[in-house]
């Protein structure tokens, strides 16, 4: 991007945090924050283990009135943007709402409360549907909730592309900044699959771990003994703004969003096509977007989906890409240990990769044990390592081969 867009601040709602800082210390400690769902009845289910947040309520500073109207996906998605706009110190009373944007993404909208107002429309009949099951499932409806709740009208967009929906709605605000059509972005995305159907259908995918005698060891990138990833849930949400307005308010910049890199398969609608030459051309064009040469980059944060197919496609685009230079490369996987959040999986990513800038520390892939021949990387097993992290990448892949690279500098 020509102009530089910079992150001001940061809100996460994550099951090892519900604030940055806790997000921060818990991941440190290299800790798996995977256990059993306990929500509802889910003995039956292929994979019935799940990342989840506990304390959204006591998090929140939301009036119980509007709590009841929405569903808890939007709900973390107004959470995290609170702590973004304090962190950013972004006075609502002086800015110009015309021109601050919402830029958000997820894969499966809001089911909880579906699940909750169609069950009850079969029990009792139209009247027992609460009149705001219309706008509280739809994918759109956290965009829509933190408009309306901050009065925010300028140029705003919702993204449904599967794993890659945040990554999409991260650079798509982040355009919008360096465009000149917005002055303020908050973008991100959320998501909440931890619900009866919900999981039901994300078990049909065959994508899954089954290991759930041993929750908190089931989520293993790269390991040889793999089977799946895990769900997890919860919202990441940045502030954007250009370089010279965050500089002129004083205020703390952690990073920049400096390029992007989009493929894809073309193949499938829900499989990866056998081969890394789309994901190798999406990172390729993510270094030209930034103008980054191979031998820049300190860390990538991996997509580490944990299936054979996929571990092994991301190592094979990885070596093409950057061959003798990944020895200088740190790669991990963190959110091995919290599970997946899907379409808000990037946005969170995001933020463990600005904070690891921050830290000077390469977050671990947990749970790895067993080397794979095939995936045969160092992806940073288990334990942080201390290392300074200038310029990253982030890599996400949704369903049906959709391939997006985020390139991300430090401050």
């Known amino acids: 991007m020509k102009e530089q867009v910079a992150i001001t601040g940061m809100g996460v709602v994550a099951p090892c945090g519900l604030k940055k800082e806790t997000f921060w210390a818990n991941l440190k400690r290299g800790k798996s ?101 219309a706008s509280a499932w739809f994918p759109a409806a956290p965009q829509g909730q933190v408009t309306i709740y901050y009065g925010f009208k300028g140029y705003s967009k919702t993204v449904v592309s599967d794993k890659a929906s945040s990554a999409l709605a991260l650079w798509y605000g982040a355009k919008t900044i360096a465009q000149d059509k917005n002055e303020y972005v908050i973008a991100g995305g959320m998501e909440a699959p931890i619900t009866p159907y919900a999981l039901l259908c994300a078990n049909t995918c065959g994508n899954l771990s089954k290991s759930n005698l041993t929750p908190k060891r089931a989520y293993r990138p790269y390991d040889l003994y793999r089977d799946g990833f895990v769900l997890g849930e919860g919202s990441g949400m940045v502030a954007l703004e250009k370089e010279a307005h965050a500089k002129k308010r004083g205020v703390n910049i952690y990073g920049f969003v400096r390029g992007v890199g989009f493929s894809s398969d073309g193949y499938h609608y829900s499989r990866y096509k056998p081969s890394s030459d789309n994901l190798a051309y999406a990172i390729e064009e993510c270094l030209k977007d930034a103008g980054w040469a191979k031998k820049d980059i300190d860390y990538i944060c991996l997509d580490g989906e944990a299936t054979t197919i996929g571990d092994y496609l991301e190592t ?94 430090k401050a």
């Open 33 to 133: 924050f995977i256990d059993e769902v306990t929500r509802f009845d889910a003995s039956q289910y292929p994979s019935r283990i799940a990342g989840q947040v506990h304390d959204l309520d006591c998090y929140t500073h939301l009036s119980s009135r509007l709590v009841k109207k929405i569903d808890v996906f939007s709900h973390m998605a107004l959470v995290a943007s609170e702590q973004a706009l304090q962190d950013a110190q972004i006075d609502l009373e002086k800015i110009d709402k015309k021109r601050t944007g919402v830029f958000m993404g997820n894969a499966l909208g809001g089911w909880l409360f579906a699940e909750t107002e169609l069950r009850d429309m079969y029990l009792e009949g139209r009247e027992g549907v609460s009149p705001y099951m």
């Open 316 to 409: 094979q685009a990885l070596k093409n890409v950057f061959g003798k230079e990944l020895e200088n490369i740190s790669l991990s996987a963190p959110k091995s240990m919290f599970g997946n959040l899907l379409g808000a999986q990037t946005s969170l990513d995001l933020i463990m990769t600005l904070l690891s800038m921050q830290h000077g520390t390469v977050l671990p892939t947990v749970n790895y044990e067993m080397k794979d021949p095939y995936c045969d990387l160092d992806y940073t097993p288990n334990k942080p390592i201390e290392k300074e992290i200038n310029k990253a990448l982030i890599l996400a892949r949704g369903r049906g081969g959709i391939n997006v690279v985020l390139a991300v500098e």
